[in-house]
T-cell receptor
Framework: DVKVTQSSRYLVKRTGEKVFLECVQD?????MFWYRQDPGLGLRLIYF???????EKGDIPEGYSVSREKKERFSLILESASTNQTSMYLC???????????????FGQGTRLTVV | AQKITQTQPGMFVQEKEAVTLDCTYD???????LFWYKQPSSGEMIFLIY????DEQNATEGRYSLNFQKARKSANLVISASQLGDSAMYFC???????????????WGAGTKLIIKP
């Protein structure tokens, strides 16, 4: 059974803390993604990676950074957490699209982060 | 401008009835793909169905079908014989061919919360 695993389901952090959200996939996928999900806004892409040590900014990268040292692991880092980063964070992975439009993404269970 | 529009923030449907979830999209590409995902309260996004812009037939997967109307740029999800377990958020998403080189472009709608009543 394919799996994307996020390290925490729920997290509460204080303003100004450095926060690490971890994501691991066991499907040998090239691509990994971090999304933020807020009510009424759908999913917004923060960062993605198409290979080890490679990263690309998504639509809302400000206040975030990422790390991909190994193919199976993609970390999202909040350098100095703020209350407006309270949200649900979803990690996903997929094969390289290789010209295929129908490549689906597989998601983790999400991390609900509250910054107080 | 919104690329993917889901006009129904929430829907209540009686169990065993069919339900249609709306999705309209905006693209100038001729080649694109459309996806529907389900997100139960557990949080995990589950892929349901895919429709390619050049597919001649509407996609079907079990109780799910996609009512694809290319001229109207709509890709509505139809769930037949709804079940209590269908209660979830449903998201429509699109991938455009012209953005394939960036290898990531799934553009998402805001979602529709579907509640099935017993």
């Amino acid at each position: 059974d394919v799996k994307v695993t996020q390290s925490s389901r729920y997290l509460v952090k204080r303003t100004g803390e450095k926060v690490f959200l971890e994501c691991v996939q066991d499907m040998d996928h090239e691509n990994m993604f971090w999304y933020r999900q807020d009510p009424g806004l759908g999913l917004r892409l923060i960062y993605f990676s198409y290979d080890v040590k490679m990263k690309e900014k998504g639509d809302i990268p400000e206040g975030y950074s990422v790390s991909r040292e190994k193919k199976e692991r993609f970390s999202l880092i909040l350098e100095s957490a703020s209350t407006n980063q309270t949200s649900m964070y979803l990690c996903a992975s997929s094969r390289g699209t290789g010209g295929r439009l129908n490549t689906e993404a597989f998601f983790g269970q999400g991390t609900r982060l509250t910054v107080v | 401008a919104q690329k993917i529009t889901q006009t129904q923030p929430g829907m209540f449907v009686q169990e065993k009835e069919a339900v249609t979830l709306d999705c309209t999209y905006d693209t100038s590409d001729q080649s694109y793909g459309l996806f529907w995902y389900k997100q139960p309260s557990s949080g995990e996004m589950i892929f349901l169905i895919y429709q390619g812009s050049y597919d001649e037939q509407n996609a079907t997967e079990g109780r799910y079908s996609l009512n694809f109307q290319k001229a109207r740029k709509s890709a509505n999800l139809v769930i037949s014989a709804s079940q209590l377990g269908d209660s979830a958020m449903y998201f429509c998403a699109m991938r455009e061919a012209r953005r394939m080189d960036s290898n990531y472009q799934l553009i998402w709608g805001a979602g529709t919360k579907l509640i099935i009543k017993p």
